[in-house]
């Protein structure tokens, strides 16, 4: 079972580097200033990052090994993604005065970037960490 120092620095690198990817592709894409967006993802992450917690260590639980599948991984970032969809719709919709409908389509997009961002992150994680235990790091 991972730390919960270990499970905080996943999070934090985690949505660190996501923010930084996605607030200039979602404020170019969607037409809304990048302040607004960046506003927005920075409450979603906030909502993201006590999710990942949970999540993270509600599926280490279930799957204790550092070397998952790609079915495992896969698993593990759909059930994050789409527990997240769940609490965040309705904020997306109300942060950028949309319907529910566009706000879904957008949380879809952002999923679809986050699935992503999660396979590799968490892949390149892993390794990492094993890497790092195998030298004796605590």
């Known amino acids: ?15 660190a580097i996501g923010l930084a990817l ?7 894409l969607t037409g809304h200033g990048v302040g607004e967006i960046g506003a ?11 999710w990942n917690l949970v999540w993270n260590r509600l599926f280490d639980a279930w799957v204790p090994t550092r ?5 495992q991984r896969l698993a593990q970032a ?6 997240l969809l769940v609490m965040t719709l309705p ?10 409908v566009e706000a879904f389509w957008l949380d879809l997009g952002l999923m679809a970037f986050f699935l992503l961002h999660a396979l590799i992150f968490n ?3 892993d390794i990492v960490m094993r890497h790092y235990l195998a030298r004796g790091g605590a």
């Open 78 to 83: 759909v059930g994050f993604e789409l527990g």
């Open 123 to 125: 892949t390149l994680f």
């Open 91 to 100: 904020a997306v919709a109300w942060w950028l005065g949309i319907g529910l």
């Open 40 to 50: 927005l993802a920075v409450g979603l992450a906030s909502v993201a990052m006590l």
């Open 22 to 28: 996605v607030t200039p592709l979602a404020s170019g």
């Open 67 to 71: 070397r998952r599948r790609l079915g």
């Open 1 to 15: 079972m991972r730390s919960w120092k270990e499970r905080v620095t996943h999070m934090v690198l985690f949505e």
